[in-house]
């Protein structure tokens, strides 16, 4: 079942596609957006990808001044396709998929601003675009780390698109979003994306949690007392496009008569969430069970909001103690007109969750709560040095010919490492070893190789490499050196004479220049 399955990294639904629902796919369209142009460079603050559009700036989806943009540009692996569906929304009537198997993962490489807070999304719309008849299973990474399995199986067979979210912090000038096969993809089958999103957040928004160290996986965001079938809050509503599903049980509704100033709240809430709320008569509990569905055991972020909806005066408040699984989560919150939230950081959840408000006591009037926001935290992976990304993506760039899977980070996840690539895994990854030899490389040696001073063996022999042998006096740690049979030219570096470890240097069969230097050093090293 995709709940069970998707539950512990969790995902919700996006983007009814049957004709019945059309309506709802043209609001759902409407509302997904970007306050900057997508692919802005200078000020990277958002992103709303089209993904398997094309290189054409006549495949980009324009509603009103907003537009998807194609994803040419931001990934160079994968193949596109169309889906050939009648009433189907316009951004996922493309797609783009990965065949390579080869490949240990497929990567979109976006600039961003450095250490800046992100809400990601990623939107899948299978459509039968490889003839099958079930979507392929498959993982998702951010910055290295597998943040969730994707398995749209159950929502495609309802007729739906499936996204997933997460909000993570930037480590560098460039945040990675990855797919990759695991066991549980089809021999046949071929990861896929319909969209990806990225929306820059302000600093206050879910301040509370340490994003050097967790990411949080959107559980659920509600927008209570608006039938299931109601709108969905977005953009423009929400500056950030969090998309606030609607939510209404056998509770009275009441409608909020006052309104309220979003950034009075430091998550930012959109206006129009205080528009309706869940509330129950006087002297009872209000009792809802939300999110509708089972959580998996683990800590969890928790936002509430609430509203007084009466006309403001010197009356309109009202006093509850709030509950969640039996445990006091906020007391004797006293709610205003003006709205009110309160969150727990870290609050434990597992299974069914029921959120309780108990009025306090002589209240006039009965609790109220307007909407909630529930993510799981989600624990990061290691890191790899800085350092090491940045020289392995300038050694990607030397090569004409690179492995389709380098890009995204080159040691993390572990079993996505890039190809070629070993690397040791301590209080953060570091590149140990790169071995090549043998498949073709075109292209020259890049100078930065020699920033990667964890590296103990370099294999590059056999290719078609040119160009002259970088000083390398910075590896300390290399122990062996294949250059053989390629088409260098150029003196042969002296630091190579000089490196304490080196025992093994193989430089045949090129046009090089001179000799290894005669050192003391050298008598240990095998050479030829």
């Known amino acids: 079942m995709v709940l069970h399955v998707l539950a512990f990294f969790f995902w919700a639904k996006l983007l009814c596609l049957p004709r019945t629902n059309m309506s709802l796919c043209l609001l759902l369209l409407w509302m997904v957006t970007i306050p900057l142009q997508a692919n802005s460079q200078s000020n990277p603050r958002g992103y709303l990808l089209n993904c398997g559009a094309g290189a054409s700036s006549n495949n980009d989806v324009i509603i009103g001044s907003l537009k998807y943009v194609t994803d040419e540009g931001y990934i160079s692996v994968g193949k596109t396709s169309n889906i050939k569906q009648k009433d189907l929304v316009p951004i996922l009537t493309t797609l783009r998929y990965f065949p390579d198997k080869s490949a240990r993962k497929y990567c979109y490489e976006i600039p961003v601003i450095k250490d800046g807070k992100y809400l990601v999304r990623t939107t899948y719309y299978y459509g039968g675009f490889d003839g099958g008849k079930e979507p392929p299973v498959f993982d998702q990474i951010v910055d290295g780390t597998k943040w969730s399995v994707v398995n749209t199986t159950e929502d495609f067979a309802n007729g739906l698109s499936s996204y997933y979210e997460i909000v993570v912090s930037a480590k560098g000038k460039e945040l990675s979003v990855c797919l990759a096969r695991n066991n549980m993809t089809g021999t046949d089958s071929s990861p896929f994306i319909s969209a990806l999103e990225l929306e820059y957040l302000d600093d206050s928004v879910y301040n509370s949690t340490d994003f050097n160290k967790y990411g949080l996986s959107t559980v659920a965001r509600g927008n209570f007392g608006t039938p299931t079938n109601?709108?969905?809050?977005?953009?423009?509503?929400?500056?950030?496009?969090?998309?606030?599903?609607?939510?209404?049980?056998?509770?009275?509704?009441?409608?909020?008569k006052a309104d309220v100033t979003p950034s009075d709240?430091?998550?930012?809430?959109?206006?129009?969430?205080?528009?309706?709320?869940?509330?129950?008569?006087?002297?009872?509990?209000l009792q809802l069970q939300w999110p509708p569905v089972s959580v998996p055991n683990a800590a969890y972020y928790i936002a509430l909001y609430f509203q007084d909806n009466r006309n403001p005066s010197p009356f309109s408040w009202r006093v509850f103690n709030v509950s969640v699984n039996g445990k006091p989560f906020s007391g004797n919150l006293n709610v205003t007109t003006k709205g009110l939230t309160v969150y727990a950081a870290q609050w434990p959840l597992s299974g069914k969750t029921q959120i309780v408000l108990a009025p306090a006591v002589g209240m006039l009037v009965g609790p109220v709560i307007t909407a909630g926001e529930i993510m799981q935290i989600f624990p990061l992976g290691?890191?790899?040095?800085?350092?090491?990304?940045?020289?392995?993506?300038?050694?990607?760039?030397?090569?004409?010919?690179?492995?389709?899977?380098w890009s995204g980070d080159p040691c993390l996840p572990e079993a996505n490492s890039w190809t070629g690539v070993t690397c040791s895994h301590g209080n953060s990854s570091r590149v140990i070893s790169l071995n090549l030899t043998s498949v073709g490389l075109s292209g020259s040696l890049s100078p930065n190789i020699a920033n990667l001073t964890a590296l103990h063996h370099i294999w590059l022999g056999d290719n078609k490499l040119k160009g002259?042998?970088?000083?390398?006096?910075?590896?300390?740690?290399?122990?062996?050196?294949?250059?053989?049979?390629?088409?260098?030219?150029?003196?042969?570096?002296?630091?190579?004479?000089?490196?304490?470890?080196?025992?093994?240097?193989?430089?045949?069969?090129?046009?090089?220049?001179?000799n290894v230097p005669d050192t003391r050093q050298t008598k240990k090293i095998q050479i030829s």
Request: proline share 8%.
């Open 382 to 405: 290691l890191a790899t040095l800085h350092r090491d990304v940045e020289a392995m993506h300038e050694v990607k760039r030397s090569f004409d010919n690179p492995p389709s899977d």
């Open 230 to 256: 109601g709108d969905v809050i977005g953009f423009p509503d929400d500056k950030f496009n969090r998309l606030w599903q609607p939510f209404k049980d056998k509770n009275p509704v009441s409608t909020n």
């Open 265 to 285: 709240f430091w998550n930012v809430p959109p206006a129009k969430l205080f528009e309706n709320s869940i509330t129950t008569s006087r002297g009872k509990e």
């Open 468 to 514: 002259e042998i970088p000083d390398m006096g910075s590896l300390k740690e290399l122990e062996t050196l294949h250059l053989e049979n390629n088409q260098l030219e150029g003196q042969i570096p002296e630091s190579l004479g000089k490196l304490p470890k080196l025992r093994e240097i193989y430089l045949q069969n090129n046009k090089l220049k001179g």
